[in-house]
């Protein structure tokens, strides 16, 4: 009815009369005033009502709700906790601060295609954090808030651990390849601060700071410098030669007989050193540990760690053919099992943080070594509950530490640091799959939509990012990747040439997901997932059905569809 006056009054003889006058703007004014009251709706009481909040409205109401608590709430298409809300809008994220983030992907990534617009988006937003930690191509910085040269091992191991492996395998391996020199160049020349008690004349004391290429650090620093071993092996089993697999080989026994065999206690079998990633020295110890202090201990994540790489040198070498060498590593991996299980089981049931020199044993938890007890098939399965099972949470996840010491600083202390809360997400996942324990792993990671990218560490209290945080961190993005390839897909390696698929969708995550152009070496996989839960009803190969969900890398590509029941 207002248009129809409008036009009316377009064409009248006043028009004329108008035109002649001074009165043109105004009249103009007039007709723009018009045409928005005609297509403004008016509210009950009598305001107008923006057409974009009707499109957000309309939004809101058909998003879907997959995940929530008493402070979050994750849907398909937006994340919401308390005040703040952050949302997939075309092409781009617009995270808590209506900051809005379009990812650009310089490099060919598998390709992601699911009914839930968050999981897609925040798989992009993970490949363009990892994109912005690269350098010239040729290795990783921990985060861009870091120095471009500053070569750190743990962060880009566990990464490959976690899933980066499958999207930067070959940057993966360069990286930790220059680590390797740098720290056989480096050996034990430390500072004074930084002296490993038990070493006696090996410490090699240096006047002032170590030169700028050793920004590794002293070995003192990085006592779970092993944690190398799986991150090259998941990259080289993406891709990888058997030169590469030789090199690996080979390399571990030159670092063992140079620092590794010094860290063992023959006394109890364990070896010493910091909790893995726990800083020296830092808040995640006690208030009278020093630097030199937390060399002395055996901590339980970094001794599962060296579990963890004897059982992948027994692998390696079997699959070189040196048998005799696979024994003896299969023989070191289940001795130092045994000896964890024993002496790591607190009084109380639960395996305990660290065991001091003095045989005594740190009376608290932590979460990042009891995950690898899980992962690494050390702990038995009926001990489960009782050792790791029931761990403190709250509703933006895991504590690194619990019960948290007594100072008030967070960073290991107080803390959910998202790679480590990960990583016990997927023991629970490894050891029952069930839709509850996937939709939060999913969720806790979910939460970085509110900043944009996945940052460093998280106050436990408060959810939120630490002042200290660094954003869009190697390890917190791979954390994401893990629960795109290893849960949704469900991808593990039989061997180093033969891949297992056993996928687990929640069906609020939608029924269909699909994933192009995965890559390993020559091999390509298009996969097409159907159905929801956890259990194969049929497993198909370029159209023949398969009672294995396994393919041998052959150098082809594959049509791979699998219907879940």
């Known amino acids: 009815m207002t248009f129809l006056v409008i036009r009316k009054f377009l064409f009248s003889p006043r028009l004329l009369k108008l035109i002649r006058s001074s009165h043109i703007l105004r009249y103009l004014m007039l007709i723009l005033v018009l045409a928005g009251h005609s297509f403004q709706p008016i509210t009950a009481t009598g ?57 650009y992907l310089r490099g060919a990534y598998p390709q992601l295609k699911s009914k839930t617009p968050l999981l897609d988006m925040l798989y992009t937003v993970a ?11 040729r290795h990783f910085r921990i985060s861009p808030d870091f120095p471009p040269h500053d070569f750190f091992t743990r962060d880009i191991a566990y990464s490959s651990m976690l899933g980066a492996n499958f999207t930067h395998a070959s940057l993966i391996k360069r990286h930790l390849e220059i680590t390797r020199k740098q720290r056989l160049a480096l050996g034990f020349r430390c500072q004074k601060k930084h002296i490993i008690p038990f070493l006696g004349d090996k410490n090699e004391v240096v006047e002032g700071p170590l030169s700028a290429e050793f920004s590794n650090g002293p070995i003192a620093k990085r006592m779970d410098d092993v944690c190398w071993v799986p991150g090259y092996y998941e990259a080289l089993c993406v891709e990888g030669s058997r030169e ?29 050193g910091q909790s893995s990633f726990i800083d020296i020295g830092g808040t995640g110890y006690p208030a009278f540990f020093d630097g030199s202090r937390t060399t002395t201990i055996k901590a339980l994540s970094t001794n599962c760690l060296y579990v963890h790489a004897f059982d992948i040198l027994q692998k390696a070498h079997h699959y070189l053919g040196n048998e005799k060498e696979a024994s003896r590593y299969a023989q070191k991996r289940d001795d130092l099992k045994a ?22 044993l740190e009376p608290r938890r932590e979460n990042l070594g009891m995950a690898f007890l899980v992962l690494f098939d050390i702990l038995p399965d009926e001990m489960y509950e009782q050792a790791v099972g029931n761990f403190e949470q709250n509703d933006f996840g895991n ?21 480590a809360n990960t990583f016990y997400n997927l023991a629970e ?32 209290e408060t959810g939120g990012a630490q002042y200290k945080h660094a954003r869009s961190y190697t390890w917190s993005a791979a954390s994401y990747l893990a629960v795109i390839y290893r849960i949704l897909l469900g991808i593990t390696f039989d061997t180093p040439d033969v891949i297992r698929l056993s996928p ?62």
């Open 504 to 565: 687990h969708v929640p069906a609020k995550l939608g029924k269909t997901l699909e994933m192009k152009d995965i890559t390993f070496g020559n091999t390509l996989l298009n996969v097409s997932i159907s159905g929801s839960g956890s259990t194969i009803d049929s497993f198909t190969i370029d159209g023949v059905m398969r009672e294995d969900p396994v393919i041998q890398k052959d150098g082809k590509t594959h049509e791979v569809a699998i219907q879940l029941k």
């Open 429 to 460: 996942d490894h050891h029952e799959q069930n839709d509850e324990v996937t939709l939060r792993t999913f969720a806790n990671l979910a939460r970085h939509a509110l900043w944009g990218n996945f940052s460093e560490v998280l106050d436990y």
């Open 127 to 137: 490949l363009n954090d990892l994109e912005l930690c690269e350098v010239d191509g």
């Open 399 to 419: 504590p690194l530490l619990w019960p948290f010491y007594e100072n008030t600083k967070v960073y290991h202390n107080k803390a959910i640091w998202p790679f």
């Open 47 to 103: 305001q107008e009502k923006p057409k974009k909040d009707k499109v957000k409205a309309k939004k809101a109401k058909e998003s879907k709700l997959l995940y929530s608590n008493a402070s979050v709430s994750i849907f398909s298409d937006r994340v919401v906790e308390r005040d703040q809300q952050a949302y997939v809008g075309k092409n781009q994220l617009v995270n808590a601060m209506q900051e809005h983030i379009r990812p």
């Open 244 to 272: 590469e697999f030789e090199w690996l080989v080979n390399t571990f026994e030159q670092f063992d007989q140079e620092f590794y065999q010094h860290f063992l206690d023959p006394v109890d079998g364990l070896y010493r």
């Open 339 to 360: 000896i964890i299980l024993k002496e790591f089981l607190h009084p109380d049931g639960y395996y305990a943080y660290f065991k001091y020199p003095d045989g005594s």
